[in-house]
Each structure stands twice: as C-alpha cells, then as structure tokens.
C-alpha cells in the first residue's frame, strides 16, 4: 500500500496566486481529510469528506479557501487568492469506517510570499 | 478555544529512562483518545489509542494512561530510545469520532 500521497511537496507562490495542493488516500478508505499545522494552533481540520461528499468545512479559514473530491481517489484544496498567512504545511489524511485512526500523507509545505 | 492542551512544547530525557508526555482536554464529549508521532517532513503516524471506558492501555514499550476525572491524559515510553524522537500529538473525539480534535504537540528529544 503506497499510502496517502500528496503533491506536490513544496510550493512557493506569491502572494494573489491560485494554490492548488492534492491527494490521493488510501485505497478502500471512505473518509478523507484535510488539516493545516501551524507552530501556534498546532494541526487544524479544515474539512473532512466521507464518500466524497463534505460533512463539515467549519474549519476552513476564509471563503478564499475550497476543497473538492471528485471521486473516491482524488481530493484538492485550493487557496485563491493566496496570501502569506496562508503559509504552512497542509496536510492530507484518510481513513476507514468507524474509530479507525488516520492515515497521513507526508505534507505540503506551502510558502506565500 | 484549544479544547485538547499540550503545555509542554518540549521535552528531553536520556536514553533508557522513561518519557512522560502529558494532555489535557476540556471536553466532556470525548470519548476517545490518540496519540501520533511525527518526524520532520513526515506526516503524524498514529501510536497508540484509548478509550473511555478504560483507564490505561499499553503496546510495548508504550503506555497511555487516562483520569477521565481530571480530563488528563498520558503517554509513557519505557525505556525512551533515540528514534523515540519527534513530535508527539495528542489527539481526541467523540461518538463517531471521524472528526479528530488535535493538540498542538510536545517535541521529544531522547539523549544518547
């Protein structure tokens, strides 16, 4: 099993720019992810999918940010426009029915200048 | 409103001694708890879980002791090795549970 996979895994972009970071989970997982982490506020869920539909996206900061999953083995998070309190590493996890733990991939490092 | 609290940003023990990573929560609705390692540029991988109805739960050399009374939380790792190193995170949930809520870590460093 590959495991969540993100892309890409850095990204610098200047500020105003359109940022849009991916995953795929794991195979066979029915929930999907999203989670911010910060030196402050430590890891913040942004938005979670089960079955590819939202179930709750009251962790997503500002309307500048939306997060889709078009099928059961792709998710994106798009920030437009970016801005350089955006900055952080975004990170994308899946897992199973019931009290499964999550499965991380390894991040993307988002810097906005 | 950090409803899971990890007050201390760091700790450091000598190698073969034992770490005590404590949390605390404010929530009286969770119900199930879990701890997650995490090395530089990697994601959180999780260790070791535990629910309410018990007061202690252990995996090798990994133990994570609950007092629902004091709405604290701790994880021991005996003896402490230096891959034991990392960020550990306190994490916690309710009912379904899907929707994790998760502190803001405690960097270990075990020494040789």
């Known amino acids: ?113 | 409103d950090q409803q899971v609290k990890q007050n201390s940003p760091s700790l450091s023990v000598q190698e073969g001694r034992i770490s005590i990573l404590n949390c605390d929560y404010t929530n009286s609705m969770f119900d199930y708890f879990l701890w997650y390692k995490k090395y530089p540029a990697e994601g959180p991988t999780f260790l070791i879980s535990i629910s309410s109805i018990k007061d202690k739960n252990e995996d090798g050399r990994f133990t994570v002791f609950l007092n629902k009374s004091a709405k604290h939380l701790s994880l021991h790792i005996v003896p402490s090795q230096p891959g034991d190193s990392a960020v550990y995170f306190c994490a916690a949930g309710s009912g379904g549970y899907q929707k994790v809520t998760f502190g803001i870590g405690t960097k270990l460093q075990v020494i040789p």
């Open chain 1, 1 to 113: 099993d590959a495991g969540v996979i993100q892309s890409p895994r850095h990204e610098v972009t200047e500020m105003g720019q359109e940022v849009t970071l991916r995953c795929k989970p794991i195979s066979g997982h029915d929930y999907l992810f999203w989670y911010r982490q910060t030196m402050m506020r430590g890891l913040e869920l942004l938005i979670y999918f089960n079955n590819n539909v939202p179930i709750d996206d009251s962790g997503m900061p500002e309307d500048r940010f939306s997060a889709k999953m078009p099928n059961a083995s792709f998710s994106t998070l798009k920030i437009q426009p970016s801005e350089p309190r955006d900055s952080a590493v975004y990170f994308c996890a899946s897992s199973s029915q019931g009290r499964s733990p999550l499965h991380f991939g390894n991040g993307t490092r988002l810097t906005v200048t």
